[in-house]
């Protein structure tokens, strides 16, 4: 399975959790008579809610970097990267000589 793919589900159960959470909070959480430790667990379960939004938005451009196909156009997370220099590690291309001399000094000058 490519990486995009698995960002993309991870999004997708990020998604999913958000209206998940939404409906566990409104039908189970009572209303009056809570302890100081169920107002504690409802405060937490309100900001795991709220700071959901966000992982999403980090998993998204994290899908984008790692060559997502760009589906809603967010312009706040940064423009989109040019990848026609990207060169892959399985490419057939090997390198010129990977021990050549730079130019502008000699064998002697290596210095070990």
């Known amino acids: ?10 999004l997708g159960g990020l ?47 994290m899908y984008r970097e790692r060559g997502g196909e760009l589906l809603v156009h967010t312009g706040f997370l940064g423009s989109s990267q040019d990848r026609s220099a990207y060169q892959t590690i399985d490419s057939a291309e090997a390198p010129a000589d990977p021990f050549a001399v730079p130019e502008g000094r000699s064998q002697d000058a290596r210095g070990y």
Not at 1 to 10: D, G, I, T, W
Not at 25 to 46: C, K, N, Q, W
């Open 1 to 10: 399975m490519e990486l995009p793919a698995v960002n993309l589900k991870f």
């Open 15 to 61: 998604l999913a959790t958000i209206f998940l959470d939404i409906v566990h909070i409104s039908i189970f959480y009572p209303r009056v008579s809570l302890t100081d430790t169920g107002r504690f667990g409802v405060g937490m379960a309100i900001l795991s809610l709220l700071l959901k939004p966000l992982s999403c938005c980090f998993v998204y451009h």
